[in-house]
């Protein structure tokens, strides 16, 4: 069975830093990957996905990821964040055929200091 | 039209009562699905329809009843909830084609069980 791990439970940076959320994922073949954000209260947002093709994804809000086949992971990357960034952020997988169940990692939650 | 709807938002019942969660989404999405959420936790899958056919049903108690009416609309209906059931309930949808892994979240109906 497919799993999702996000190392970080909680991440702090600076308002115009820039930004890493990491997320491995263990999976046999290639996995479908996802990132969503969820801000207080509220439902999950999709920022992007990869599915395949271009390793380096561009999602909403200027965030990117990268699949990295050989370290299983998909890292989220921000060059410069901004205050209202401040969220729950899960990675997610879908192992192909398996009528679309996502499985999510236990989120990190992202601090934005002015 | 990219957005999947909820009412109510919040919604406070006691253990006795009988309520229902309602899900609308007009992109022409053939599966759908509903989801709780504890705070501090990513979403856990409850229910998966799939052409307004029931195709993954988590183990959920027969306290919480699904229904899909039409291929836009979803419901919980809610019977005989306990205090632990309290926490945020999303919807989702997916399509059938090529994106079919891709889901997209409704905002929540926020449930306390009093």
């Known amino acids: 069975a497919q799993s999702v791990t996000q190392p970080d439970i909680h991440i702090t940076v600076s308002e115009g830093a820039s930004l890493e959320l990491r997320c491995n994922y263990s999976?046999?073949?290639?996995?479908?990957l996802f990132w969503y954000v969820q801000s207080p209260g509220q439902g999950l947002q999709l920022l992007l996905k990869y599915f395949s093709g271009d390793t380096l994804v561009q999602g909403i809000k200027g965030f990117e990821a990268e699949f990295k086949r050989s370290q299983s992971s998909f890292n989220l990357r921000k060059p410069s964040v901004h205050w209202s960034d401040a969220a729950e952020y899960f990675c997610?997988?879908?192992?192909?055929?398996?009528?679309?169940?996502?499985?999510f990692g236990s989120g990190t939650q992202l601090t934005v200091l002015p | 039209d990219t957005e999947v709807t909820q009412t109510p938002k919040h919604l406070v019942m006691g253990m006795t009562n009988k309520k229902s969660l309602k899900c609308e989404q007009h992109m022409g999405h053939r599966a759908m699905y509903w989801y709780k959420q504890k705070a501090k936790k990513p979403p856990e899958l409850m229910f998966v329809?799939?052409?307004?056919?029931?195709?993954i049903n988590e183990s959920v108690p027969s306290r919480f009843s699904p229904e899909c009416p039409n291929s836009s609309l979803l419901n919980l209906h809610l019977h005989a909830l306990q205090p632990e059931d309290s926490a945020l309930y999303l919807c989702a949808s997916s399509p059938q084609d090529r994106f079919a892994y891709e889901q997209y979240f409704g905002p929540g109906t926020r449930l306390t069980v009093t």
């Open positions: 999976y046999g073949a290639t996995p479908y």
């Open positions: 329809y799939s052409y307004e056919k029931l195709s």
């Open positions: 997610a997988v879908v192992a192909e055929g398996s009528a679309r169940q996502l499985t």
